[in-house]
């Protein structure tokens, strides 16, 4: 591998990936996240969503503003699937 | 046992009950008190995991439970946030290759619980637990939830004395005051007006009936078995904190690049030394004050380097570092980091005045630790979640969402104080939080003599706190918020 800096640590994607895409025409977060999976490993996107906004800022001149942010869904962390499906406390 | 803080001038590290655990089949041992992590990292292990599809070994960055650069197995429970979760005696940790293996366990959940309270504050930090103790102080019931086994959020790792005016703690080290505010918390437990859960994550919001009640899921975790809890309150503060920010360069990833926050944490948390030699990135006051504790645990500063071409910080703590021999260099950054499975070095350089790296100013430098001090980013995923208007407002350290001069946001009932409002500090959030509290709980009906006055004389705090060259920047992200508040709801 290239050396290339990590911009989503979940996904395991480089800058280069992203600017790569970008060039492509995923020109938003929501498309890369789309092409990418940026922002949909079990940190949802705390660590990379900050850098991936400066660098299509960057790249698209793109204002920030105009850049909208991914939806939040929950659950915010990784939770085992038991858990929510708990039940009802029969007392 | 290396790295583990003999001697400290400030925290007394008091030995504490010693705890075995294995890793990978190799019995290690920890103390009472300690993360996994931090046991890991004291037994020299720094790397955790590995990197989904390029196979790089990681380790945590951030230390405080948002990265998720630390899930591993726990007694066969595949994704434990081990930078969180308690150390206890005998579990089985084991390092998960890339996605989780099938678990071979079963999942102990127990039966569902509701809880009906007024007011939800989530994150037990300075906004939340002056949040908690203000609502409550009203009259008002409270559910405070919060990741840690410890009330206090960042303030139990602050062992510097604080800044401002005494009514605003000055003089006070940030440790102590986490433990004046949980002792107040103790007379609101004890008379049943505050609950505290620690250990436990509000993992969704759930729309209730928005105009009278909400309704959230909170898990709360046992000793690796959990609880789901149907919460439902009439208000909600948002309390959440921030996550450092991470910077661009190759080895960027690599176990042994820490956040400040991770790095206090460790040492002034867990006594233990994140390394041997650190080069300290960012010259703003999280930098000077992280590098200057670092040299109190008895770590080596080698250098701060600082893009910008001026320290951020205050004077007085660059003026600090420098008389023991640090050099702070402006104008500087990191170009690579590099090492086998762990940093064993890094490239710095010069930037000119337009941000560029000055061809044949590198210089390599043998170190074991990056610690990243670039800026915090506000905690919002939940807001967005409920629905709250959302801007991004570069002086508030990112998106945050719009709220009033009582800390309202745009949803009914939802209130966010702290760090997740806007990125200042401690002494600023513990005042909002105070708003933040007494609004909610007047908003459901709990009045007293004297309430307005009350919220007069934090409101002035807020603004003397604000008022330094210091105060530039949020007093300018404040008013943005308010500015563009009014214009959406005129």
Known sequence: MKKSAIVCRCEDITEEEVLKAIEEGYTDLEELRKKLRIGMGPCQGRVCVQIVIKILEKKTGKKVSKISIPTSRPPIIPVPLGTLASDKDEK | MLLRIKKHPIIDFKDSERISFYFNDTKLHGFKGDSIASALHAAGIKKLTTSLKYDRPRGFFCGIGKCSSCLMKVNKVPNVRTCIAPLNNGIRVETQEKLADWPDVEFKSKSKETANVDILVVGAGPAGLCASLEAAGQGASVLLVDENQTVGGQLVKQTHKFFGSKQEKAGTRGIQIAIDLENDLKKFEQNGKIKVMMDSTAIGYYEGDKEKQHKFAVVKREVYENTLYEVNCRAAIFACGAMENMLLFPGNDL??????????????????????????????????????????????????????????????????????????????????????????????????????????????????????????????????????????????????????????????????????????????????????????????????????SLKKQHMGELDRLRAGPFGEKPRIGKHKISKLLGKRHV
């Open chain 2, 255 to 452: 176990p042994g690049v820490y956040g400040a926050g991770a790095v206090q944490t460790l040492m002034n948390v867990f006594g233990v030394k994140p390394g041997k030699k650190v080069i300290m990135v960012g010259a703003g006051n999280v930098g000077l004050i992280v590098s200057y504790q670092l040299l109190q645990a008895g770590i080596e500063v080698d250098r701060v380097v600082e893009a910008m071409p001026q320290i951020g910080g205050y004077h007085v703590h660059a003026a600090k570092l420098r008389r023991c021999g640090v050099p702070i260099l402006t104008s500087h950054s990191i170009k690579e980091v590099y090492g086998n499975g762990k940093v064993e070095g890094a490239v710095i350089v010069k930037l000119d005045n337009n941000w560029q790296p000055v061809k044949g100013s590198e210089e390599k430098i043998n170190c074991d630790t990056i610690c990243l001090a670039v800026g915090l980013t506000p905690s919002t995923r939940f807001l967005y979640q409920v629905g709250a208007e959302m801007e991004f407002i570069p002086e508030a350290g990112g998106y945050v969402a719009l709220h009033d001069d009582s800390m309202h946001t745009t949803i009914k009932g939802i209130y966010v104080a702290g760090d997740s409002s806007g990125i200042e500090e401690a002494s600023t959030a513990m005042i909002e939080g105070k708003i933040a509290g007494l609004s909610a709980a007047i908003s459901l009906g709990y009045k007293k003599k004297g309430d307005s």
